[in-house]
């Protein structure tokens, strides 16, 4: 049981550029997740989806895209990397326990990203 | 708008100490969740605990015990007889209680705990 995967682990960008990080859940959660955490900072929330076919932004979502096809992918895209974007991505995802229910999220290890 | 304040940046203490970990919030909600996760070197974030604002009584999980008081709306972490594997960055988190369970975290800015040997 591989849990919540990120690839890449590490990626250099130039400004400009654009990529996607990929996430990749296999416990079948409904809940999906984007973090960012720049240094010595908490994770702030970039987007996030309830389910296959719906996403809504976070309290950072300038800069980002994602999408969610499949209940298992929840790719974000950065277009037009920007220097402000260096941090650390985080994906998570939580189990649908019904209302109200708050499970723990679990995290990916993380992509570190630099933008030069 | 929620907040969590973390006001230890870093502590450093000689293993075996006991220390605590202090996390202030900020919520106009009446129902909420309170989360801690550490994160050890590696990198990677490890959930440590949820408590649901209903529920005040305090938790111990081996070295491990937290004190969660609504009064000073604070959810304090202990850890006793510390190790030097508990260096890590501790995060605070709160979430509102979202009725579909998708919940958006808000998390302290993490307090780095170094034990010294």
């Known amino acids: 049981n591989a849990g919540v995967t990120q690839t890449p682990k590490f990626r250099i960008l130039k400004i400009g550029q654009s990529m996607t990080l990929q996430c990749t859940q296999d416990?079948?959660?409904?809940?999906m997740y984007w973090y960012r955490q720049d240094p010595g900072m908490g994770l702030k929330l970039i987007y996030y989806?309830?389910?296959?076919?719906?996403?809504d932004k976070g309290e950072v979502p300038n800069g980002y895209n994602v999408s969610r096809s499949t209940t298992e992918d929840f790719p974000l895209r950065l277009e037009l990397a920007a220097p402000s974007q260096t941090s650390v991505y985080f994906c998570?995802?939580?189990?649908?326990?019904?209302?109200?229910?708050?499970?723990?999220?679990?995290f990916g290890d993380g992509t570190r990203l630099s933008i030069l | 708008a929620q907040k969590v304040t973390q006001a230890q940046t870093e502590i450093s203490v000689v293993e075996k100490e006991d220390v605590t970990l202090d996390c202030v919030y900020e919520?106009?909600?009446?129902?909420?969740?309170l989360f801690w996760y550490k994160q050890p070197p590696s990198g990677e974030l490890v959930f440590l605990i949820r408590?649901?604002?209903?529920?005040?009584q305090n938790e111990i999980s081996g070295r491990y015990s937290w004190n969660f008081q609504k009064s000073t709306s604070s959810f304090n972490f202990t850890i006793t007889a510390s190790q030097v594997v508990d260096s890590a960055v501790y995060f605070c988190?709160?979430?509102?209680?979202?009725?579909?369970?998708?919940?958006?975290?808000?998390f302290g800015q993490g307090t780095r705990l170094t034990i010294n040997p």
């Open positions: 998570a995802s939580t189990e649908d326990r019904g209302t109200y229910s708050n499970q723990p999220q679990h």
């Open positions: 416990m079948n959660h409904n809940y």
């Open positions: 989806s309830v389910g296959a076919g719906i996403t």
């Open positions: 919520t106009r909600d009446t129902t909420y969740y």
């Open positions: 408590r649901n604002s209903f529920d005040e």
């Open positions: 988190a709160l979430s509102e209680a979202r009725g579909q369970g998708a919940q958006k975290l808000v």
